[in-house]
Structures are given as C-alpha cells and as structure tokens.
DNA sequence: ACCGGGCGTTTTGCATACTGTATGCTCGCC
DNA sequence: GGCGAGCATACAGTATGCAAAACGCCCGGT
C-alpha cells in the first residue's frame, strides 16, 4: 500500500542528491513518511526519477541529522524515538537554542528584528488555520532566523539534527489552541527582548519556551499512548 | 611532495566506506592531512584500495563531522578554522559539557567518580611526559567519562562534534606545562564537586575550565601565528 | 606586454552493473 | 509433525563507466 509516499512539487534544486534529501526529508517532517518506515534505496529511486547513487548520498545525510536510522546490511528506516529521547532532546535543545538566543541579543540588527516582527504578525494569523503544516513552518522559520543572528556558523546544524526530529511528532502537538497562543506569546516576547538586547532575558524565554514545547508534547504522548497523528 | 599521504594500520573495518573514513579522520586528527589539503577521491580510492564510491561516502561523513569542507563541483578539502570559529566552537562546547557536568552531578555513580580520581592520578603521573600525546588522550577520556555520566545518548555525537575537531591544534596547546597545571586542578575540583552532587558548581567549573583552555589555545595561535605544530 | 577567449585536461556527479550477504521459505530428515 | 539445512530472493555495498562542469593553458588580439 502507498504507493507514491514522496513527491516534491517544485523543480527542486540542481543537485539530484541535495534535492533527495531535500524531498525525503520534507516527506519524514512533515508525516508523509512516518517512525519506523523502511526507506529502500531502489523504491526511493524510482519515484525520485534518479539512480541509487544520489539516493544512498541523501539517506547518509539524513543518517547523520538522526532523521534516519541505517543497520548495515538491511537498509534504512525513519527514524524512531522513545519519549525519554525526546525528553532529552528538548532539554539539549532547550539548552542550545537558549544560548543561541543569548548570543543573538547582542548581533542582532535591526531589519532582523523586523522579520522576527513579520513572522509574529504571520504567526498570529495562521493560528486560525486548521492545518498546523503552515504553523509548523512559520515557527521553524523564527527559530532559524534566531539561529542565524546568533553568528556562530557551528550552531546552526548542531541544533538542526535536535530541533528537526521532534517536529515529527508535532502534528498532534499544534492542535492544542493554548498552546498556539502560548507559543506566539513566547515568539513576541522573545522578540521584544531580542529587540532591546537583553541577552539574560532572551535566553530564559528561550529556554522556557522550549521546556514548555517539552512538557505539551510529553503530556500528549502520555494521554495518547503512542498513537503517531493523522 | 606526499606519496603516501593515508595509511591505516590494522585491518580495519570489513565495511569500506567505514574503513576509508577512519583512515582519513585519522590523518586528519593526527596531521598528516594539514588543514586545506585536496581530497581528491580517486588519489584516495588508489591509496585506500578500493574504489572511489566508498570514499565519496566516506567524505560525506566526514563533512558532517565538520573535518571536511566539500563545494559542490570542485572537491574536498580538510576544513581550515579561523581563529573566530575556534572560538565559537570553544564557547559551544562550554555550553554543551557544563550542561553535561551539570546533568552528571546527580547521575553518577560512585565507581564513576573513582573511575575520574584514578584519570586525575594518571594525568598527574602524565604531566612529567614530554610527549602531549598520552596527556590529551587521558584528558579526552576524563572528559568522556563525565559525558557518559551524563545519561543523555543524544549529548555525546553532539559535543563530539565539538571537541574533535579542535583537537586537530592541540599539539602545542598542550606544551604549556601551566596549563597542564591547571587543567588538572580543575579536573580534580570537578571529580570533587560531581562526588558531592553538587550539580550548579560542577557546571561552573566545567564552562571555566573549558573557556581558559579556550583562551591559551587563542593566545597560542595569536603568538604563533598560523603555524600549524610540529 | 597584457588581457580575453577557446580548447584540453582534470575531477566531480550520476548512472548502471555486479557481488555478497541477510532473510524467508521450502523440502528433507529426524 | 516439528526442526534444521539448503535454496531462492531481495537488497545493500561496491565497482566501473560516462557525461558535464570547472580549471589551466595556450594563443591571438589590442
């Protein structure tokens, strides 16, 4: 059964491995392709209209961003995580990305600030949206741009490969209205504080904005049990 | 000029993509492979023995380890770090093993804490040493035992990220019989605080520890001005 | 003499072909 | 009838071949 999991829209990048990548790891985020699915090279392939080559470069790259999970000889599958995992996760982000947002308070400009404010008016907008996809992805986009003013080139993929894997389990995790709400409060605070350079502030919101993204989504999986959305 | 840049000693691996990368993170680490160096894949498959699929592989990997720098149509090339990254990956890695310090405080075990007394023993025994090799080899370790003790299987490929790859300028670093000093004092100050659970000063202790060895490197290579040891 | 364009070489990127190993099934033996 | 060995199959791992892009070089022009 499914029979075309992944299919990107458009032309995708010029590079087939980056653009395998690029595809599958959109397919993974955002539920298309689900914990535990096996990912064979040849299948993969063909319904990306390239050789296996490029498709094994992507999938190593994926393995390296803990998206997926490779054992030696019997191919690759998606990634699973435990809730302890997760639970760790979130902590070693909460840690990571408060610290990003502690060196942002001090390099950011002005006109950075003023995306960070556009993202907040989107956000605000989208959160009338049944669909938590395009939520996902204004949410993501602040965080990233956060990451980036913090100027410190090494950060950037570190938090990627524990930011990106929780988002797998989101879906549920973004229905709650609250925490729409709670969420563009933090992003706004966070924005203020950014704004103003206050280093210490920026990086307690961060902190608690993540511990409580922790604390939603660990009650869910306690209350839903292992059901993985949609 | 360098015929046999590459060469491992023992069988290795059976897999060879595994193998390559080995070898190659090995020259690298240990600087037979000089930052800038060309990564040209068929000179490595002829050198490693085998063809040039396992070694494209093998420098995928070693790009996400961040040991290798790779533009799209023109190679790889052993990643050079300027002195500004250095110190962002210093500041990182004090971020990362205070965190870890601090989650250890409350985890570890006793046989762990003697496990730390006897590193700071040898390290001791070490210091007469001319030879560094041993002394960064027993101060990876001591930081690697507290890492694991840290429980967090999501922390370690994290901060090993980190502190590999500066590892690549330790040479003279470590040739300052001061910080020798020093940094054993503070390994024993740590094993001390992680014995009494005192999880807020170990992680106090962890980020000053690492952020002056941050600063002799930085006054190091400020000194010697791009040379590269030996 | 210096600069710009065209050609040859080098080297990556992708595709295809082959090999070895793990898995599941069937058949034969106990 | 249950169990283990051998076989078939499927798939990852590796090798090789081909095409296209980037670089260096040489040559002609100004």
């Given at each position: 059964m499914g029979r075309v999991v992944v299919e990107g829209g458009p032309?995708?990048?010029?590079?087939a491995s980056a653009a395998a990548s690029e595809v599958i790891r959109e397919a993974i985020i955002d539920g298309?392709?689900?914990?535990?699915a096996r990912l064979k090279e040849e299948e993969l392939a063909r319904e990306l209209g390239m050789s296996r080559t490029p498709v094994r470069e992507a999938l190593l790259l994926l393995q390296s961003e803990g998206l997926v999970e490779s054992i030696p000889r019997r191919g690759a599958t998606v990634r699973s995580y435990a809730v302890d995992d997760l639970d760790d996760m979130y902590q070693l982000r909460a840690v990571l990305e408060g610290y990003a947002a502690r060196r942002a308070a001090t390099r950011i400009s002005a006109d950075v600030v003023a995306l960070l404010e556009e993202s907040c008016a989107r956000f605000d907008r989208l959160r009338a949206s049944d669909d938590p996809r395009d939520l996902v992805k204004e949410n993501l986009f602040f965080h990233n741009v956060i990451l980036d003013a913090a100027g410190s080139g090494r950060l950037v993929p570190l938090v990627r490969k524990v930011i990106e894997l929780p988002l797998v389990y989101r879906s549920f995790y973004w229905y709650s209205p609250e925490q729409k709400l709670i969420s563009e409060h933090y992003h706004k605070q966070l924005t203020r504080a950014l704004g103003a350079g206050d280093a210490k502030r920026a990086e307690i919101i961060m902190t608690e904005h993540v511990l409580e993204a922790r604390d939603f989504l660990l009650a869910q999986l306690a209350a839903d049990e292992g059901v993985s959305g949609s």
């Open positions: 032309p995708l990048s010029r590079s298309r392709l689900g914990p535990g």
